[in-house]
């Protein structure tokens, strides 16, 4: 039997009986309380959009652009051959991507990345959802097939184990996967901005596959879909630099972390202790800690649940480079000595990858991504300008003040007077 639900980004999602079965799992379940963007709904009212619906996108994406590769002559040979070698059909291959899909964000914490400050040291949400999946081995293998975990497990981690799943792998976390086309269309759209949209059919009608270098498929493009993929680029830039890197989304993600140091201990080294906490039970920790005084996070909780935050000063451009941050942390160190008494100050560095794609010519390493012009493989940096000219990574730092006491709030006229200041100091240091 197959079932559906109505998405607002893209229609009916469809799906089996079995999947019908991972998806009320309470594991899962628990990602409806889990929302994407963390306090960005304190900018934008709409954002209050959760991992759940996310997850249900990702697989509707994945499945429409392994279904469009599949229908092709050419590349839906390569990839049967590609597959037979590792004793997988096409069928079978699919509900692999799907539970992939469906999964990855499942060792989400609290509030999503704004609650990773407790994860340990090098690791990420990705090892937790490892874990958590781990944990269903038997339930998911009772419902697919024996070994199913462990082709999942390799689609999620960071480096794949065969060659011949680097497609699958690619097409829920590459260059162009279905993770990112669906967030930035959810958030886009649920942040209530034109930002994160992008021509996501034209790029799905023009995915192709060619050989990888070290055995199995890469994900490539023909010539026809560079207009698209840059427009999902550029897209990502903009939602970098009006949503996931606003200024007020910022002061509350450094409130974010600095409270869930609050929380360590919380989650055991097997991380399976994750799925007993949602941003429920975050928020009534916010509440009550807002109230405790003497608790030495009630700063944090009290600014995040009476919307009480700090101020911009000082802002570097989005492309500084490390001379830029050095500056920047001048600047900041000065107007410390002047008013840390009668003012808090707080530097934040926003900062992610615009892309990873490989420009011949650069020292930074890059990932080759191929675009398929007049059955030639040429690398994608090589065609598109726009993409070549791009930087690839985001980096702003931004200066903040409020008052020592919270409760106090400082007036326009003086955090204008401060603001002028940070431009004078600006110019003073080297």
Request: charged share 30%.
């Amino acid at each position: 039997m197959v079932n559906k639900v109505r998405d607002s980004v893209h229609g009916f999602i469809y799906f089996t009986d079995i999947e019908k079965e991972v998806i009320n799992w309470p594991e899962f379940q628990r990602l409806r309380y889990i929302k994407q963007l963390a306090l960005t709904n304190y900018v934008y009212p709409g954002a209050v959009h959760t991992r759940f619906e996310h997850s249900l996108g990702v697989m509707e994406m994945s499945s429409r652009m392994f279904d469009r590769l599949c229908i092709k002559t050419r590349s839906g040979e390569m990839i049967e051959k590609s597959l037979k070698v590792i004793g997988l059909d096409k069928k079978t291959a699919r509900q692999v991507l799907r539970l992939a899909s469906l999964l990855h964000d499942v060792g989400h914490l609290p509030f999503s990345h704004g609650g990773e400050a407790i994860i340990p040291k090098g690791k990420k949400h990705e090892d937790i959802s490892i874990s958590i999946i781990e944990y269903l081995q038997e339930k998911l293998e009772k419902l697919y097939f024996k070994d199913i975990t462990n082709l999942v497990v390799q689609l999620i981690q960071k480096q794949v184990v065969l060659p011949e799943l680097k497609l699958l792998k690619d097409i829920i976390s590459g260059n162009i996967d279905a993770d990112r086309m669906d967030y930035l269309l959810r958030d886009s759209h649920h942040c209530g901005v034109d930002y994160g949209y992008f021509d996501h059919k034209r790029l799905i009608e023009s995915l192709s596959v060619i050989e990888g270098i070290n055995g199995g498929l890469d994900l490539a493009i023909k010539h026809d879909g560079i207009h698209a993929l840059e427009a999902l680029i550029l897209a990502r830039y903009y939602m970098f630099t009006q949503v996931y890197c606003h200024r007020t989304r910022r002061i509350y993600d450094n409130y974010l972390k600095g409270y869930m140091e609050s929380w360590k201990g919380k989650i055991s080294d097997n991380f399976i202790d994750v799925t007993k906490y949602d941003d429920v039970d975050l928020i009534a920790d916010f509440r009550r800690v807002a109230e405790e005084e003497s608790n030495p996070f009630h700063n944090f909780a009290y600014r995040i649940y009476n919307r009480k935050h700090h101020s911009m000063i000082y802002e570097t451009s989005e492309f500084t480079d490390a001379r830029d941050r050095r500056k920047s942390e001048g600047i900041y160190k000065q107007l410390s000595n002047i008013y840390s008494k009668d003012y808090n100050l707080l530097i934040d560095h926003g900062e992610g990858n615009i892309h990873k794609f490989l420009v011949d010519g650069e020292d930074e390493a890059g990932e080759e991504f191929y675009v398929i012009r007049n059955d030639r493989e040429c690398l994608l940096t090589e065609e598109s300008h726009i993409i070549k000219k791009m930087p690839k990574k985001f980096h702003v730092v931004r200066i903040y003040i409020d008052s020592n006491i919270i409760s106090e709030k400082i007036s326009k006229e003086a955090i204008d007077e401060l603001r002028i200041k940070a431009l004078e100091v600006e110019r003073e240091v080297r």
